[in-house]
């Protein structure tokens, strides 16, 4: 049996003109996990998610390995990369009314993914699994909204758009980075459960990014937590929660209000 993990990360290291990003840092992710990726804002998670899929700038100099399913992404050639991205590995950017075009309609932005993999796809097929895809994302009436565009939907919405998208292709590991900022604390709930039921469906593997520790909380099996672009702490999530132990978690953990938090006195 293989017991390998799907994505393994070893003394990966990025700067930007010899200014360290982030710093050395290993972790794994086996088949059918969720790896919670923590950290305040310039910890170096954003800039790890877009090392893994070969897409930082060249100004950036990327060093140590990144092995997808045994194959060293960081030595395959461009074209092969981007044969894995939106087919092997996907991902959710940040903020969808700017990963969205807005003058295109959202069927049509979800076809492309499939038109990028699958070039000899007929219109019809494609057209079954862009509508198979929305109604997996619990899309309200996809049929009659295809020809929609992003403003048109809310933004629990647009995150399910960009979802879809993602999927679509059914790939093997999934990058969410931060997919629930900005969202109310009711459709975050929804976008963690839908994230939940499709890694449970089709055996996903997740790397969910968030600064927010009670999000985590919720979906991932276990949590790295990033400071000043290292990995400071790993551990499964319910372990990290009851004993952390390094002085950076707990102060992110003090940080997290409660029901008992003193309302008079500044967070931690």
């Known amino acids: 049996m293989d017991t390998a993990p799907l994505l393994e990360v ?5 700067a930007f003109h010899h200014d360290p990003a982030v710093n050395d840092i290993s972790f794994h992710i086996n088949a059918g996990e969720t790896l919670g990726l923590v950290g305040e804002s310039g910890s170096g998670k954003s800039v790890t998610s877009l090392a893994l899929l070969r897409l930082l700038p060249s100004i950036a100099q990327v060093t140590g390995n990144i092995a997808l399913a045994g194959e060293s992404l960081l030595s395959l050639p461009e074209e092969s990369m981007r044969r894995h991205r939106g087919r092997t590995l996907s991902m959710i950017f940040q903020e969808p009314m700017t990963a969205l075009n807005p ?46 565009y992003p403003h048109q939907f809310s933004g629990g919405q647009r ?16 990058i969410a980075d931060e997919p629930t900022t900005a969202l109310d604390v009711t459709v975050q709930a929804q976008i963690l459960s839908l994230l939940n039921h499709l890694r449970q469906t089709h055996n996903l593997s997740i790397l969910f990014i ?23 702490e790993q551990a499964p999530t319910n372990q990290l929660f009851e004993h952390p132990r390094h002085p950076y978690t707990r102060k992110l953990l003090a940080s997290v209000p409660t029901m008992q938090t003193d309302r008079t006195k500044p967070l931690a």
């Open 159 to 174: 995150q399910r758009i960009l979802i879809a998208q993602a999927l679509i292709n059914r790939p093997r590991l999934l």
């Open 210 to 232: 968030s600064h927010d520790l009670a999000v985590v909380s919720q979906i991932a099996d276990r949590v790295a937590v990033m400071q000043h672009g290292k990995i400071v």
């Open 10 to 14: 070893k003394n990966l290291s990025v």
């Open 103 to 148: 003058v295109m309609p959202i069927g049509r932005q979800i076809a492309e993914a499939i038109e990028a993999h699958h070039p000899s796809a007929s219109r019809k097929s494609i057209k079954e699994k862009v509508l198979q895809a929305m109604h997996e994302v619990a899309l309200p009436n996809p049929e009659a909204r295809l020809r929609d």
